[in-house]
């Protein structure tokens, strides 16, 4: 049979073509992974550009705003500077009008960006220039920067205007909206379109000596803002509050002409989101996609200038941001798939004649396999290297399912020995964890309570000896009412009444500080019973109220965290027979696992808002049959669901965060209390009510039920 499938496979074809091959599916799936990948990373990268061009905007937007900023802020320290000179002036009592008159000039000639400075006192209360009711000493620039100063009355509607009212109204410097007027001053009259730094300024009385206002052109903004934003493109908009224009490079008259942002284009909607964004974010800066009534796509950059509120605009047209990050990213990714494309070319085509020449073999193989059986002659029609391994595939099938038998087999045998090795790393660690505790809380018990069995035997006589004192002194001030006066003078140095009464006090502090150093002695040795490793009759309420101890500091209420309420029920109980360190050792777990389970509702905030006071209830009593001992502890925390009910006695298993429990600490009280007492530990807990664990001891291991009464 052996030769008749030799001689018949020679009549099979043995190589198969390359476009047939897996090789060929492989290169299209690969390419087009890599064609995907290269699309998404260049789209990402495409994004980061588009992100950091974004920045770009931003920056050179910030850039000229602060440039503004820094000029406003000279522009309205000059204001200052010249309101603190006429207050100086007039403090010195100056109350000449030519002297302020000149002072304006002077100012306005060195203020490099004001056109026109001036200041009006109110009429109501002249205290600078009294003998004009309307006084406005002021001086203008010319177009030619010659400086003209004049004194005099001015009209009395001046007082009335914005300029002079708001910034009294509002008792601190403001920015006046721009106006247009005519300017009669000048040879010959033209028409400025200005705005003004307005502050009024108070003598030491704080009385009101004027207004003082500095104008500035809205020409010279729009020659400062008159320089592309970015790449030779776009333009800078300052626009005011009130969204009239400040100015628009674009068309400058419009900012002279006053000019509303909002009626420019379709530019309101614009002005609204602007406005939406500042109000609801805090942030002063960003940037709003936009498309003009024409269809031109915009970006708008927007920055609030913290001087006068005044918003500073950057339009800049998208294509100029967006447009060469575009081009960019298509070249690149062209060009990235046409090199992955030739070169995974050349790999794939060398993959496979390798992958062919090292298969040829077992294909051949797999053809004398093929002739044995109809489903090997199906499976061997294909035309892929894939499908001539198949074959192998079914040979394999067989012998992977007897090992896989077999390794379950194996499996469960692990299982069991890591259980047994988890039961065995649990009891190590409770004996160790008892050994330690209990050396240390018995080391310290008695290295505690030497010293203060020495100051508590000596407290009694040394309170009787300062009575005896006291008596003494209280004999020779009956004996001798009127003794020395140096004495009486060191009596009343020592104050000698309240030394006595206060001494009292303190001997009574002592003796109550002593005893209770002794109650916490004796309850760290009654919680240790580092001596009885062996059952001995106990009082299980000791142990329960030593490990309270123990745990007051966690109990305690804190400047944040409300005090956890201890409740004790206990019943009438005998001593238990048990391992009293043992037994200990699960109180401080459970009321451990209770004070961590209420933890999260002690702070203040908390309590109120689940109108909870943290609680532990700890209730003992006798069995129906007198035969056990049974503890409750019950806490009101947030309680257990059912699914983790089902794991509590589990080794290892805990809800506790990484590092804040090891998942042993129920499982070791389970195994103290069911298997070291034949007792029973059980949970009852439903979520949002509270956690109680029960707790049932006999009240004798070794000796009969009968003997208990």
């Known amino acids: 049979m052996r030769t008749k499938l030799l001689e018949f496979t020679p009549n099979r074809p043995q190589k198969l073509s390359l476009l047939k091959s897996v090789g060929w599916k492989l290169f299209l799936s690969v390419l087009g992974g890599t064609l995907v990948g290269l699309l998404c990373g260049s789209y990402l990268f495409y994004r980061e550009l588009v992100k950091q061009s974004k920045a770009e905007l931003i920056s050179s937007l910030e850039v000229q705003a602060e440039s503004l900023e820094g000029s406003f802020r000279t522009f309205e320290n000059t204001a200052k500077l010249v309101a603190d000179a006429a207050t100086t002036l007039y403090q010195a009592g100056e109350r000449r009008e030519f002297v302020y008159v000149d002072l304006i000039r002077r100012s306005l000639q060195t203020s490099r960006l004001g056109t026109g400075l001036g200041f009006g006192q109110p009429p109501e209360k002249r205290l600078i220039i009294p003998e004009r009711k309307y006084a406005y000493p002021f001086a203008i620039r010319e177009k030619s920067g010659k400086v003209i100063a004049k004194g005099g009355d001015t009209d009395p509607g001046d007082f009335q205007e914005s300029y002079f009212r708001d910034p009294i109204k509002a008792g601190k ?120 009534k024409e269809g031109k796509q915009e970006f708008w950059a927007y920055r609030k200038i913290s001087n006068n509120n005044w918003i500073l605009l950057a339009s800049v047209p998208k294509w100029v941001v967006i447009g060469p990050l575009l081009r960019f990213s298509v070249v690149g990714t062209v060009l990235a798939a046409m090199g992955a494309s030739a070169v995974l070319a050349i790999v794939v085509f060398l993959f496979v004649r390798r992958l062919n020449r090292r298969l040829q073999p077992i294909m051949d193989e797999c053809n004398l396999l093929a002739e044995a059986s109809a489903k090997s002659e199906e499976l061997m029609n294909r035309e892929d290297e894939i499908g001539r391994l198949t074959i192998s595939f079914y040979n394999l099938l067989g012998q992977v399912t007897v090992n896989e038998k077999r390794l379950r087999k194996e499996m469960e045998k692990s299982a069991q020995a890591y259980q047994a090795l988890q039961e065995a790393q649990a009891k190590l660690i409770q004996t160790e964890k008892m050994s330690s505790l209990g050396q240390l809380v018995a080391g310290v018990a008695h290295e505690i309570n030497n010293p203060i069995n020495f100051i508590y035997g000596n407290l009694p006589h040394a309170t009787n000896y300062t009575q005896e004192l006291l008596r003494l002194i209280e004999l020779y001030q009956q004996k001798y009412p ?143 049959d007198n035969s056990r001992a049974v503890v409750k502890i019950k806490d009101n925390g947030c309680g257990i669901s059912e699914e983790h009910k089902s794991k509590l006695f589990d080794p290892f298993f805990t809800t506790k965060p990484v590092g804040k429990g090891t998942g042993l600490g129920l499982s070791i009280c389970y195994q103290i209390v069911v298997e070291k007492h034949k007792g029973d530990l059980r949970c009852v807990s439903e979520v949002g009510k509270g956690t109680e664990f029960i707790i049932e001891i006999p009240v004798y291991q070794t000796k009969p039920v009968s003997k208990i009464y």
């Open 173 to 292: 410097p403001i920015w006046i909206e721009p106006v247009r007027y005519n300017e009669t001053t000048v040879d010959p009259p033209r028409i400025f379109v200005s705005t003004s730094y307005t502050l009024p300024f108070y003598n030491n009385k704080k009385e009101l000596l004027g207004v003082m206002a500095l104008d500035l052109e809205l020409g010279f903004i729009s020659e400062k803002l008159s320089k592309p934003v970015m790449r030779d493109s776009g333009y800078f908009v300052l626009v005011s509050p009130q969204g009239n224009l400040i100015a628009y490079p674009p068309s400058p008259q419009l900012a002279l002409d006053l000019k509303p942002f909002p009626e420019i284009n379709n530019y309101a909607q614009l002005w609204q989101k602007i406005n939406l964004k500042l109000k609801s974010s805090s942030e002063n800066t960003g940037i709003i996609s936009w498309q003009d």
């Open 482 to 624: 009127n003794p020395e006066p140096e004495i009486q003078d060191f009596e009343e140095e020592i104050d000698l009444e309240f030394l006595i009464t206060d001494l009292r006090k303190i001997q009574s502090s002592m003796s109550m500080g002593a005893n209770r150093i002794r109650e916490i002695v004796l309850s760290l040795r009654n919680f240790s019973r580092f001596d009885e490793a062996e059952m001995k009759d106990v009082n299980i309420h000791e142990g329960i109220d030593s490990t309270l101890l123990i745990l007051q500091n966690r109990l305690k209420e804190t400047s944040t965290n409300l005090g956890i309420t201890i409740v004790k029920e206990y019943g009438n109980l005998p001593l238990l027979e048990c391992y009293a360190g043992q037994l200990n050792q699960v109180f401080m777990n459970i009321l451990s696992n209770a004070i961590d389970a209420l933890d999260k509702f002690r702070s203040k905030e908390e309590a109120e808002t689940h109108n909870l006071v943290p609680t532990i209830i700890i209730h003992t009593e006798l069995s129906p």
